[in-house]
C-alpha cells in the first residue's frame, strides 16, 4: 500500500500517469533530453542535431509500435511535445488569457 502525502503529490502523480503504458526496453529511457520540445532560444542547428539523434533512436526502439499506440490512442490536446514514437511533436499553446481590447476613445 501506497502512503499518500499530505498535499496529494502521489494521488497527482498517480492521475497523470495512469494511462501512460509501461514501454519495457524502449531506447529512450535516460535520454530525456533528446526528446524535448525545441525551444524559442535554442539554436537551429542544435535543435535539429538533437532531433535527428531521438528520431533515429526511436527507429531502433524495440517498444516503438507500442509508443506509436500510445500516443495515436491519445487526443491531440494531451499529446506530448517533443520527439515521440520517431515524429516531432510542436509544442502547443493552450488557449492562454483573452487580448485587451484598445481603448480606441481619444
Known amino acids: 500500500m501506497s502512503r499518500l ?3 496529494g503529490t502521489f494521488q497527482l502523480l498517480a492521475r497523470v500517469l495512469a ?3 509501461r514501454l519495457d526496453g524502449a531506447a529512450c529511457a535516460g535520454r530525456g533530453d533528446l526528446f524535448d520540445p525545441i525551444e524559442p532560444d535554442e539554436a537551429p542547428d542544435d535543435a ?3 532531433t535527428t539523434a531521438a528520431a533515429r533512436l526511436c527507429r531502433t526502439c524495440p517498444a ?3 509508443c506509436a499506440q500510445w500516443v495515436d490512442s491519445l ?3 494531451r499529446r506530448p511535445a517533443g520527439t515521440i514514437a520517431g515524429r516531432r511533436a510542436p509544442r502547443t ?5 483573452p487580448k485587451k481590447k484598445e481603448n480606441t476613445a481619444a
Open 19 to 21: 494511462d501512460t503504458p
Open 48 to 50: 535539429e542535431y538533437r
Open 5 to 7: 502525502d499530505a498535499d
Open 75 to 77: 487526443p491531440a490536446a
Open 93 to 97: 499553446r493552450g488557449p492562454g488569457r
Open 64 to 66: 516503438l509500435v507500442d
